[in-house]
């Protein structure tokens, strides 16, 4: 994957999330609340103000991730592939006995 992609996608986790929960609750709001007042409970237990508020915090926390990963080279994000050891297992269960 491209740097500049996996930076977007870190980037815009928390926005799509935000995203997710003001169309959930516009929708709640006009099916269901069309002609009564929010109330203060509504707004801390209600789903849609849930999501909105998880997504700013995803946010805090993923905006510095992806502009460090923006700014690494490829191979700071490249993934590592570790290789086995050759056998020093059985070496040191001889040199016991």
Do not use: K, N, W
């Amino acid at each position: 994957m491209q740097i500049g992609t996996r930076a977007l996608l870190i980037g815009l986790m928390g926005p799509a999330i935000q995203a997710l929960g003001i169309v959930y609750e516009i929708a709640h709001i006009l099916a269901v609340h069309a002609h009564s007042t929010l109330s203060p409970r509504h707004m801390l237990f209600e789903p849609g103000f849930l999501l909105v508020i998880v997504g700013f915090l995803v946010s805090m926390v993923c905006v510095p991730v992806a502009v460090a990963v923006a700014q690494a080279s490829p191979e700071d994000v490249a993934i590592p592939v570790y290789e086995p050891v050759e056998a020093e297992r059985p070496e040191m269960l001889e040199g016991a006995e």
